[in-house]
């Protein structure tokens, strides 16, 4: 055994641990200790919300609070945890926290998981992404605790507190307020809505941004990939409230919250269902482009989305793709027309399905159902909890596929070496 999976990449190792993780929350979800009295829980349910964690996606079939335990929610928050954090960084800082060495092969997963050049400082990273993580979330628990406090008791407002914190900062939309309500009893909100859109925003960024962030001063310091996460992430964030100001009949911190939550997070303090056609289409472009490289947020990510733009307007302008006075490589451009073109497919693949096997639905609710699964978003016009098994099985293979990336899973399974012969080049017409 330990020889095979020495001789796995590294990729793959990652796609099976999460794939572990998943099951294994699926059992620990159906335990009698984890379902409330009364309660039913089928393995497909248990499956679909097991999923759901690890692929911080929050879409739900059941309601965490009115069918799991405290330690039924307590394993959801984990497998959040671990699913944000990821198997692998969660791995080693339990290797570290024990004491032990972290191996060649260990730092090899980390990088790869975390997407980062080299091997240079690894340990030092992961502590630092562990301690960024506790800040983060200990922030956001004081800042909820003094809004659940009002409604709550002490104890039961601590544990809402923890559990929001924990899901806002990995990009999950799970809550345990019961009822299938979300956040909509705190529509008006302030302190709440602004400490989640902090948690989403910063979880979303990507850790190496962050820590980028807390060593430069100055925007001008900044790494060429950290000023296009920040340019293009609150670039999409003034559009999205604009937009969603402009089609629904929601405040200003209303559109700016769903601007905020649909960049792969999932809360909601609005009815999702109520929206009309123009801001269900505005929630799926930014449900699809999603968070930044790195961070615990889905989609094809915000360097993917500015790298397509920069090569459309080098075929307008006939300039270098670049910015910031800084050229991108030609092989940046060539992976992000990759990874959109898979994850169209993928969402393409989805809704098709989808339309075959639950055909009482909109199209639009179907798509927005899917795009919300791959880019782990978790909000939903209302329909996950009536789909049908196949559905359901179609919803959790997308959000697993979106949590790991259609480039990366296709990748990882097709590993054939370069040919050592080309044919000769010969053009086609294009447009």
Not at 77 to 98: D, E, K
Not at 415 to 428: G, V
């Amino acid at each position: 055994m330990d020889r095979f999976f020495k001789r796995q990449p590294p990729g793959r190792l990652i796609a099976l641990g999460f794939a572990l993780v998943i099951l294994l929350g699926a059992g620990l979800l159906l335990l009698p200790v984890s379902v409330r009295p009364g309660a039913e829980v089928s393995f497909i349910d248990a499956l679909f919300t097991s999923t759901s964690a690890v692929c911080v996606t929050g879409l739900i079939a059941i309601d965490t609070a009115d069918h799991f335990t405290f330690f039924g929610q307590a394993v959801v928050a984990g497998l959040i945890q671990v699913g944000g954090l990821g198997v692998t960084s969660v791995g080693v800082g339990l290797i570290l926290a024990a004491g032990g060495r972290v191996s060649i092969k260990s730092r090899l997963l980390v990088k790869e998981a975390l997407n980062v050049d080299g091997f240079k400082g690894m340990v030092r990273l992961i502590k630092a992404v562990l301690l960024m993580t506790l800040c983060f979330e200990g922030a956001g628990v004081v800042l909820s605790f003094i809004s659940f406090a009002q409604d709550y008791p002490a104890g039961q407002a601590l544990w809402i507190s923890i559990f929001h914190s924990v899901a806002a900062f990995n990009n999950s939309g799970f809550d345990i307020l019961g009822g299938m309500r979300n956040l909509i009893p705190y529509q008006t909100d302030i302190l709440l809505n602004l400490t989640t859109c902090g948690l989403i925003i910063f979880g979303g960024l990507g850790f190496l941004v962050i820590l980028d962030l807390s060593r430069c001063r100055s925007f001008r310091k900044l790494t060429l990939h950290s000023k296009v996460v920040l340019t293009t992430t609150v670039l999409l964030l003034v559009l999205g409230t604009l937009l969603l100001k402009a089609t629904e009949d929601i405040s200003w911190l209303g559109a700016f919250f769903h601007s905020v939550s649909a960049r792969t997070a999932g809360f909601s303090t609005y009815p999702i269902g109520s929206f009309t056609d123009a801001g269900l289409f505005v929630l799926i472009i930014l449900m699809f482009i999603g968070a930044s490289p790195g961070s615990t947020g889905g989609g094809i990510k915000t360097t993917t989305f500015f790298a397509l733009m920069q090569e459309v307007r080098t075929v307008v302008s006939k300039r270098r793709a670049g910015a910031f006075h800084r050229t991108l490589p030609g092989e940046v451009l060539r992976k992000s027309s990759v990874i959109a073109l898979l994850s169209m497919l993928v969402v393409c693949i989805g809704t098709f399905l989808l339309c075959i096997l639950e055909p009482e639905y909109e199209f639009i609710q179907l798509l927005f159902e899917v795009v919300s699964a791959f880019g782990t978003v978790g909000l939903s016009t209302g329909i996950t909890p009536d789909l049908g098994v196949l559905s359901k099985l179609v919803i959790i293979l997308t959000m697993y596929t979106g949590r790991l990336g259609a480039f990366t899973l296709l990748s990882i399974w097709i590993n054939r070496p370069d040919p050592s012969a080309h044919y000769t080049e010969e053009q086609i017409m294009i447009g």
